[in-house]
């Protein structure tokens, strides 16, 4: 009874240990911030007689967490309050579709300050893609943002003051800036 005891409390013990190591805490060194209109407010794609209304920051947020976590290690939106970071990222997205051309738009700028506050610099990524309007729509809208994306963390990369930020000390409440952002005006059919 005494070896089982023992044998279950080590299964134990190990199981807890695995699951804290698990969850360790990787340094934010990236924090991204998107509007709340682009989460609240749809934009409308149309075709002809079509119509499909989109919402950018959720598939902007995936596609960012995605690009941007892969090239620069620790990153983290806003809306989970990180502890500190070295740079801001405001993401500001912009879509369109041409019917006649069968082509989606897709359009993202990225402003970069240091967390606290000053400016770095602004990169945008543009983006065509050939796609059916009707034909997994989300699919392809998601495809555009991470290309975008793609091409706007390149132009980090290569860019030496975006470089030394990341190297420099870290900053507590990096997204308490974000706040003083000037809000951009309600986009009309994606136009702005």
């Excluded at 997205?93 to 041409?98: E, G, H, I, Q």
């Excluded at 240091?114 to 893609?129: C, F, L, R």
């Amino acid at each position: 009874m005494i070896n089982f005891k023992k044998a279950l409390s080590a299964v134990i013990f190990l199981m807890l240990s695995s699951m804290a190591s698990a969850h360790e805490v990787v340094p934010t060194s990236v924090a991204v911030y998107i509007q709340a209109q682009d989460y609240d407010h749809p934009i409308r794609l149309r075709n002809y007689s079509q119509g499909y209304w989109i919402s950018q920051g959720p598939m902007l947020e995936t596609a960012a967490l995605d690009v941007l976590g892969a090239e620069f290690g620790g990153v983290e939106m806003c809306d989970a309050k990180p502890n500190e970071s070295k740079v801001l990222v405001w993401l500001r997205p912009s879509m369109f579709y041409n019917p006649q051309m069968r082509t989606f738009y897709g359009k993202v700028t990225a402003v970069t300050y240091t967390a606290d506050g000053k400016p770095i610099a602004s990169y945008v990524g543009e983006v065509a893609k050939q796609a059916f309007f009707d034909v997994k729509t989300d699919m392809t809208l998601s495809a555009v943002y991470h290309s975008a994306m793609l091409v706007v963390a390149g132009k980090m990369k290569a860019d030496a003051k975006f470089q030394a930020a990341l190297k420099a000390p870290s900053f507590s409440s990096p997204c308490a800036t974000a706040s003083m952002l000037p809000e951009s005006k309600i986009k009309f059919m994606s136009i702005q």
